[in-house]
């Protein structure tokens, strides 16, 4: 490898590092801010639980037991950390090194790309590979991915990565390690594995062989975890998400193939009205991936299901951490191309050259131009007003006592107690204690007002906490009342 491209790998390691190094400030000012939401609740409780040998917890946040939510084995090894510093903050910082690792490989992987394939380009190499630690970590996705923990899509995605960069340098008894933490660490992960799997299959003899077998193991573990009822919630999102396609709550991958053959126009019909969020993700990952392999059958297996979901949340910015897995291979993909493209036009060396490095630094430019990290703060942490009555509030409930609370700001007062996260009005939450604590938010809508004005009023109900942002009320619920409304 040349001196000039070591150092820019160096570089790109550090600004990589840098990247992580405030990743870890704003989870730790969000974690202290409580702008924490239901899904990090969820697995905060479960993690102290696991910590404490139970090891198939009932998650109050999540409805259903820990293993049946994304199977998401990732999180016991991370148990363990819970006896050296009993704070689920550390789950987040955890949630942040994964998106950074994953980031390190690929830009590892495309340095391997540029030594072997890039010669075509010339002296340049070097700069289309700091263009590629740009994008990475300049990403928009990356930034909402870590600012909307936890999941453990990020987890499984560094394995994947990591198969498809050895099987692209031809090791293959690799496979046989990184293939099973992809496919255990979260339900998913057998998707990506089959999207590695397909990629190496279409990119040629080289990795025909590692990809078939990775194509076989993906997809008999993406069958088995929605037969087993192991994708979101047990498996009840289904129905919700490609429901209007007649996929019900426990259809595999085959099923909703068939709703997209048997319904094409309402398919398209939803692609189309997401179609700014694909292209959104695309830009930032690296349009020019989309050409080759490897960021082609990302987008197909990963993005697109996304796309046909009937719910926004899939698909929206808001929720990158499910489309933000295709972004690495997007970039590899995107420097692939660009070396074949280079071999191609069998141009002088300058222009070769000059023509990579303008297509390199356009592509970080759209990437740069797409990120809006700085408003991040504005929308996934409370203001310190917020957050100072939220933490009285933290240190008022009374032992034992059941919370429920926004799904925005659930996420520190779940940590060791049965919760529940209300989202929708006349939801109805299941009362287990016989004391519960109610968050309300009287500023945000009439609603919560009227919520506040109505169990002032019910027997025994007293004030934790008033304050122009938060409302806390302690509520003793009569006998044999089984639910609440709020």
């Not at 000039?4 to 989870?27: C, D, H, I, N, Y």
């Not at 040998?53 to 109050?60: A, Q, R, T």
């Not at 946040?61 to 704070?87: E, I, Q």
């Not at 198969?163 to 339900?187: C, K, S, T, V």
Request: proline share 5%.
């Amino acid at each position: 490898m040349s001196r000039p491209l070591q150092r820019t790998e160096w570089v790109g390691r550090a600004l990589l590092l840098g990247q992580l190094a405030a990743m870890l400030v704003f989870s730790t000012v969000q974690y202290r801010r409580y702008g924490l939401t239901n899904d990090f609740a969820g697995y905060a409780q479960a993690w102290t639980a696991i910590a404490h040998g139970h090891l198939d917890p009932s998650v109050s946040v999540f409805g259903v037991p820990f293993l049946r939510n994304n199977l998401d084995l990732a999180m016991y090894p991370l148990a363990p950390l819970a006896w050296l510093y009993p704070h689920p903050v550390v789950l987040s910082w955890a949630h942040d090194a994964a998106v950074v690792a994953t980031e390190l490989v690929a830009l590892a992987w495309a340095r391997d790309v540029l030594v072997e394939k890039g010669a075509a380009l010339g002296r340049r190499r070097d700069l289309v590979l700091l263009a590629v630690a740009v994008m990475l970590a300049a990403n928009p996705w990356s930034w909402e991915t870590i600012a909307l923990p936890l999941h453990f899509e990020p987890f499984a995605t560094l394995f994947a990565v990591l198969a498809a960069r050895d099987l692209w340098r031809g090791r293959n008894r690799r496979l046989w390690l990184w293939a099973p933490l992809a496919m255990g660490a979260e339900a998913l992960g057998s998707l990506y594995v089959l999207a590695v799997g397909l990629a190496a299959v279409a990119a040629g003899r080289a990795t025909r062989r590692g990809g078939t077998a990775l194509v076989a193991a993906g997809g008999a573990g993406l069958v088995a975890v929605l037969r087993l009822g192991l994708v979101g919630r047990g498996g009840t999102t289904m129905a919700g998400t490609y429901g209007y396609l007649g996929v019900g709550s426990h259809a595999g991958a085959a099923g909703l193939v068939g709703g997209v053959v048997t319904h094409p126009a309402a398919a398209a019909a939803m692609l189309g009205s997401h179609a700014g969020y694909v292209l959104g993700y695309v830009i930032a990952g690296g349009a020019l991936g989309l050409a080759g392999p490897w960021g082609a059958a990302a987008v197909l297996l990963i993005i697109v299901p996304n796309a046909l979901s009937g719910q926004l949340a899939f698909i929206a910015f808001p929720g990158a951490f499910q489309s933000w897995p295709a972004e690495p291979f997007l970039t590899v993909g995107s420097v692939l191309v660009l070396c074949r493209l280079a071999d191609i036009l069998r141009a002088p060396e300058s222009r070769r050259a000059l023509g990579a490095g303008a297509v390199a630094v356009l592509t970080a430019a759209l990437t740069v131009a797409l990120a809006d990290v700085s408003s991040l703060s504005r929308r996934w942490v409370a203001d310190r007003h917020t957050a100072d009555q939220l933490a009285l509030v933290d240190r008022r409930v009374p032992v034992g006592a059941e919370v429920v609370a926004p799904q925005d700001l659930i996420g520190r007062l779940a940590v060791g107690r049965e919760a529940y996260a209300y989202y929708r009005r006349g939801q109805h939450l299941p009362i287990v204690e016989a004391k519960v604590v109610v968050v309300l938010q009287p500023g945000t809508s009439p609603e919560q007002v009227a919520a506040v004005r109505r169990l002032r009023h019910e027997p025994g109900t007293r004030t934790l906490v008033s304050g122009d942002r938060i409302t806390a009320l302690l509520v003793h619920p009569q006998l044999g009342e089984r639910t609440l409304t709020v």
